[in-house]
């Protein structure tokens, strides 16, 4: 891919394809340059089937690319509409995995762990209402499917105490007496009320990416996050988790490197 970048750059022709595969269907994505444009083909098959059905196929000529020096290319499909991105250059190998394993999980709506300067002694300014939402989604736990919603609240369901203070103790330096001081907690019930984002605030949105990790002599880690989007690198954050030998982890603390949010 790196190699057709730079043939485009000289004006040369060329062409080049990558391949996603899902868990139904696989998806081929074909570039061409030829006479000084830039053209893509997106083909897709189902499992299965012997060939891409004909409205699978489309071809698109594409305008504003550019290559990118952290190793992605973007393009516009006309220059009205927002840029798009995929990254050409692959991440070091014992990077690969950390972002989903560790980032996306509070990565999600309203979820300010990574916008934000906190550790263990200093987390006042982490919200926790919604990092338990985000961490409930990432083990498989919607709100909406595992807990009795609140009639007269919409969209905010009846959590018991037990879950929300399990949950974000086993990843957090925080306690229990913490979160009971949270306005949404109901101490009379012991539940807390929680609801998904609603109105506006901290979204950690586009392209999150893990680029460099250091490693510490107790056995944690602090991974340098990334946060790319198209039209704009937005973000770099230094998070640092503590793995489990059994699989699981702890969140130590955030660093949010200064002048690089957008």
């Not at 489309?58 to 952290?70: A, I, N, P, W």
């Not at 014992?94 to 979820?111: F, I, N, Q, R, T």
């Not at 959590?159 to 306005?183: C, H, I, Q, S």
């Amino acid at each position: 891919m790196a190699e057709f970048c730079e043939a485009f750059r000289r004006g040369e022709d060329a062409e080049t394809a990558w391949y996603w595969v899902g868990a139904e269907e696989a998806a081929q994505y074909r570039m061409t340059a030829a006479d000084g444009t830039l053209s893509r083909e997106y083909r897709c098959w189902k499992f299965g089937d012997p060939s891409p059905s004909a409205d699978s196929t489309t071809v698109e000529t594409l305008s504003g690319v550019k290559f990118r020096e952290d190793g992605w290319i973007e393009w516009s499909r006309s220059p009205d509409e927002l840029p798009e991105q995929e990254r050409i250059v692959p991440l070091p190998k014992e990077l690969w995995g950390l972002c989903e394993k560790y980032v996306m999980p509070v990565a999600g709506d309203h979820s300010n762990v990574l916008t934000r300067d906190w550790d263990a002694e200093n987390h006042g300014d982490v919200w926790w209402e919604f990092v338990f939402v985000s961490l409930s989604s990432s083990v498989g736990k919607e709100l909406s499917d595992t807990y009795e919603a609140v009639e007269d609240a919409y969209d905010t369901y009846e959590v018991p105490a037990a879950d929300v203070e399990g949950l974000l103790t086993g990843y957090f330096p925080v306690t229990a007496e913490e979160l009971r001081a949270l306005p949404n907690y109901r101490p009379d019930t012991q539940t807390y009320r929680m609801q998904y984002f609603q109105g506006s605030g901290t979204f950690v949105g586009g392209d999150l990416e893990v680029t460099d990790k250091t490693d510490h002599p107790d056995g944690s880690m602090t991974l340098r996050v990334d946060w790319v989007r198209p039209d704009d690198w937005s973000g770099r954050y230094y998070l640092t988790v503590l793995p489990g030998e059994d699989g699981s982890w702890n969140y130590l603390g955030n660093r949010v490197e200064p002048g690089a949010g957008g």
